[in-house]
């Protein structure tokens, strides 16, 4: 369906009925055509190519010329905010290496769990395991913040494609030091 101002189409009305607008303003599909018998040529011009939208993101658009078709190419250039190129991302974590792992073990056989008799109540008894086994973790490795700075912050970049990436490096970073199969 032709668009063009001068001409009242259904597309016309749905655009005004759902209140959106057509960025396009130049005819998008030209024709010539050549008639022996007047020796003239006729041309016409259509609007038939949209780019429909309802908010304030098209900053412009155009009509190019497409080599292989009587349609042109329209292109248009969107407002989309990129965030700040370093956004600053915190995570809580523990360090929990092999040597912390151990030294967690060890703190944890000294624990004197024949305190567990003096609790009657099952609930009593698993807060004293649960606040004891915290403690030597808390002791040995503490909940840290760590900041993560990523320069190429695009809106699909989430906390779970943060976390991934973050994951995979640092798992690129333990192959490349022990170069070790389990590793890789």
């Known amino acids: ?14 655009i005004t009925n759902n209140d959106i607008v057509n960025f396009v303003q130049k005819p998008t599909r030209v024709c010539t055509k050549f008639y022996k018998k007047k020796n003239s040529t006729k041309c016409s011009s259509t609007l038939i190519d949209l780019f429909l939208h309802n908010g304030d993101l098209v900053d412009e658009t155009d009509v190019f010329q497409c080599p292989f078709s009587d349609h042109k190419f329209v292109v ?7 965030e700040s190129s370093i956004v600053k991302k915190e995570i809580s974590c523990r360090n929990l290496s092999s040597e912390n792992i151990l030294k967690i073990n060890s703190c944890i056989d000294k624990i004197d769990f024949k305190k567990i008799r003096i609790f009657d109540d099952i609930n009593d008894k698993w807060k004293f395991v649960k606040e004891e086994l915290t403690k030597v ?46 590793d890789k």
């Open 76 to 82: 248009a250039k969107l407002a989309i905010k990129k």
């Open 1 to 14: 369906m032709d668009n063009s101002p001068s001409i009242k189409s259904n597309i016309s009305v749905f």
């Open 137 to 182: 973790i808390d002791e040995i490795a503490p909940i840290r913040k760590i900041t993560l700075k990523n320069p190429n912050q695009f809106p699909w970049y989430d906390d779970d494609l943060l976390r991934l990436k973050h994951q995979k490096d640092s798992a690129y970073k333990k192959y490349h030091c022990s170069h070790s199969v389990i």
